[in-house]
């Protein structure tokens, strides 16, 4: 391949980054391969199965679909960023594994981070969810592991009774 790299700055987990990028490389190979951050999961490659979600500017999204480029000038999250040393664990986190809701881990990343997201948009609008809205902000990930039910109630749990 013979493209020119380009010059982008972003917020990587709260730090301010500035990195060249091929113009044709996608977020999750920019994440795994050139960040080394490996929470971010390369499931399906075609936007599928939630497991390469991250967040971009609050928003989730599927990194393999996304191209590494068009993070210039905007913040993203990945699983690394919801921990620190101090809290190991995200809140939604420990719901997953306090409702058995995790099982081999590989969709877990992407659906703590949707779930954060949506946790996000439902505080900046006052409201606490519906099981049904819960159910629907989930849609597009798979899990083969540990079926969706524990999942759907680790989320609801975190929603509906979290003052995080």
């Given at each position: 391949?013979?493209?020119?790299?380009?010059?982008?700055?972003?917020?990587?987990?709260?730090?301010?980054?500035?990195?060249?990028?091929?113009?044709?490389?996608?977020?999750?190979?920019f994440i795994r391969d050139e960040l080394k951050l490996k929470g971010?999961?390369?499931?399906?490659?075609?936007?599928?199965?939630?497991?390469?979600?991250?967040?971009?500017?609050?928003?989730?999204?599927?990194?393999?679909?996304?191209?590494?480029?068009?993070?210039?000038?905007?913040?993203?999250?990945?699983?690394?960023?919801?921990?620190?040393?101090?809290?190991?664990?995200?809140?939604?986190?420990e719901k997953m594994l306090e409702h058995g809701a995790v099982q081999?881990?590989?969709?877990?990343?992407?659906?703590?981070l949707t779930t954060k997201a949506f946790d996000d948009e439902c505080?900046?609008?006052?409201?606490?969810?519906?099981?049904?809205?819960?159910?629907?902000?989930?849609?597009?990930?798979?899990?083969?592991?540990?079926?969706?039910?524990?999942?759907?109630?680790?989320?609801?749990?975190?929603?509906?009774?979290?003052?995080?």
């Amino acid at each position: 391949m013979d493209d020119k790299l380009i010059k982008i700055s972003f917020s990587l987990n709260g730090k301010s980054l500035t990195k060249n990028v091929s113009p044709s490389l996608f977020l999750i190979d920019f994440i795994r391969d050139e960040l080394k951050l490996k929470g971010t999961k390369p499931g399906c490659r075609e936007g599928e199965c939630g497991a390469c979600t991250v967040l971009v500017n609050g928003v989730a999204i599927n990194s393999c679909l996304f191209l590494a480029i068009n993070i210039h000038g905007k913040e993203l999250i990945t699983i690394e960023g919801l921990s620190s040393i101090e809290k190991p664990l995200h809140p939604i986190q420990e719901k997953m594994l306090e409702h058995g809701a995790v099982q081999c881990g590989f969709c877990s990343t992407g659906i703590v981070l949707t779930t954060k997201a949506f946790d996000d948009e439902c505080r900046s609008d006052g409201k606490i969810p519906s099981r049904q809205e819960v159910k629907k902000s989930l849609e597009g990930h798979l899990c083969r592991c540990t079926g969706y039910t524990k999942i759907v109630d680790a989320a609801e749990d975190y929603l509906t009774h979290s003052s995080f």
